[in-house]
């Protein structure tokens, strides 16, 4: 039970991790760390490539991929034959728009939590096609699930075509309520893309049982695999309709034992495919840090998170802004906006706080902006690395740094 977990220290292998020991990282959803075993692993990979290249691009490749797909798969509840590797989230979604037609006047909702380069993404391929972007705004805080629905579902007419929702909020950390709107829009006619950047690895995932006509994931963050491993599960009546963004050899392949949807994102040019190659040894290394494995690494992680989310509530004086089912391995918080905030200095950075934590503090979180007042949150991630010691840390910090 979670009830049992610890939460004041650090579970699994600490030393696998290999994070700067100096800084306080709570900062686990952006980018993710990959143990040192699975870069290890990866290293082991990419050798093998180098010292065959050939035999390892033209015989061997095929039938590796396929075995790492077969392994994901299992672990997201998808059919291997639906799934196809990509480089990360953002350009599986990007696939699906790019290779999507749409007629003038067409509607294509999202939220105001959606992730920016997928929201950007989404205006492109309107765009491109006359259509219009439709957002509904989900406040937050927020009381339930059931208000994102019906916010959601009150926006729906009859030219909408497509919704494209995060699976878990990365302003925010929402976990949408996404099976529940999948099946209320499918019955409207509208398909449904999910960009699912956090969720493998931090939910326990059916894709078949979401029915989600797109489904797109990161395995750096919670699945903890190098960078550059990413998936898109297309459900079958789709697939016919959806292209890589590099069009290559397969385009006019005459091969019948898979489908030409394997086939074209099988092979996109050459690259390097050991991130890809090395998600079965992440799933091996990360299930093997807790004796329940994947489920119970889940639920101390969310067991976590809500642990930090009490702590930083408590030192700021508000109300946790969203119910506790609604969160995963990540929570945001309000805190107060800043008179002397300035402009982000990149698409990446937002605002001046994040680096005041860094450098005083030695702690790493994000400060995100908002719409709403107080047009700030602060972000936190929990992983097995992580404890409640560090949040305190935290809380402190901002009680410092805010004047609270």
């Known amino acids: 039970m979670v009830e049992d977990l610890?939460?004041?220290?650090?579970?699994?292998?600490?030393?696998?991790?290999?994070?700067?020991?100096?800084?306080?990282?709570?900062?686990?959803g952006s980018f993710g760390s990959c143990p040192r075993p699975v870069l290890e692993f990866q290293?082991?990979?990419?050798?093998?490539?180098?010292?065959?290249?050939?035999?390892f691009f033209v015989r061997d490749l095929e039938k590796l991929l396929d075995d790492a797909r077969e392994t994901l798969a299992e672990f997201l509840g998808a059919d291997a034959g639906d799934l196809v590797f990509v480089t990360n989230a953002t350009a599986g979604v990007n696939a699906v728009l790019r290779s999507l037609r749409f007629e003038r006047g067409d509607e294509l909702l999202v939220t105001d939590h959606e992730y920016n380069a997928c929201r950007n993404a989404l205006e492109f391929a309107a765009a491109q096609w006359g259509a219009r972007v439709t957002a509904v705004a989900v406040p937050f805080p927020v009381r339930s699930a059931d208000d994102i629905v019906a916010a959601v579902m009150e926006r729906v007419t009859p030219r909408t075509r497509l919704a494209l929702f995060d699976h878990v909020t990365s302003q925010t950390g929402l976990v949408m309520p996404i099976q529940r709107l999948a099946e209320e829009l499918a019955a409207r006619g509208v398909e449904t893309l999910v960009d699912g950047a956090h969720a493998p690895g931090m939910l326990p995932l059916r894709l078949r049982e979401i029915g989600a006509a797109y489904y797109t994931g990161n395995c750096h963050k919670w699945l903890c695999a190098p960078k550059g491993a990413g998936f898109l599960v297309v459900r079958r009546d789709r697939q016919a309709l959806i292209r890589p963004l590099a069009i290559s050899h397969g385009a006019n392949t005459t091969r019948t034992d898979r489908s030409r949807f394997q086939i074209e994102f099988g092979w996109t040019g050459t690259c390097d495919p050991s991130a890809w190659l090395s998600v079965s040894?992440?799933?091996?290394?990360?299930?093997?840090?807790?004796?329940?494995?994947?489920?119970?690494?889940?639920?101390?992680?969310?067991?976590?998170?809500?642990?930090?989310?009490?702590?930083?509530?408590e030192a700021l004086g508000i109300a946790p802004p969203c119910p506790e089912e609604l969160i995963g391995s990540l929570a945001s918080v309000p805190i107060p906006d800043a008179a002397d905030s300035t402009a982000p200095t990149s698409p990446l950075y937002a605002d001046p706080?994040?680096?005041t934590l860094r450098l005083r503090h030695r702690i790493e979180a994000p400060?995100?902006?908002?719409?709403?007042?107080?047009?700030?949150?602060l972000r936190i991630s929990a992983q097995l690395y992580n404890s409640v010691p560090q949040y305190r840390r935290l809380a402190e910090a901002l009680k410092t740094e805010l004047r609270v």
């Open 6 to 28: 610890s939460l004041t220290h650090p579970a699994g292998g600490l030393a696998i991790w290999p994070l700067d020991p100096d800084v306080v990282f709570l900062n686990h």
């Open 43 to 55: 290293q082991q990979v990419r050798a093998r490539m180098e010292r065959q290249p050939v035999q």
């Open 281 to 313: 040894e992440s799933l091996r290394v990360v299930g093997s840090q807790l004796p329940g494995g994947w489920p119970e690494v889940k639920r101390r992680n969310r067991a976590l998170a809500l642990a930090g989310r009490k702590v930083l509530c």
């Open 353 to 355: 706080l994040q680096d």
């Open 367 to 377: 400060i995100i902006p908002w719409p709403a007042p107080p047009k700030r949150l």
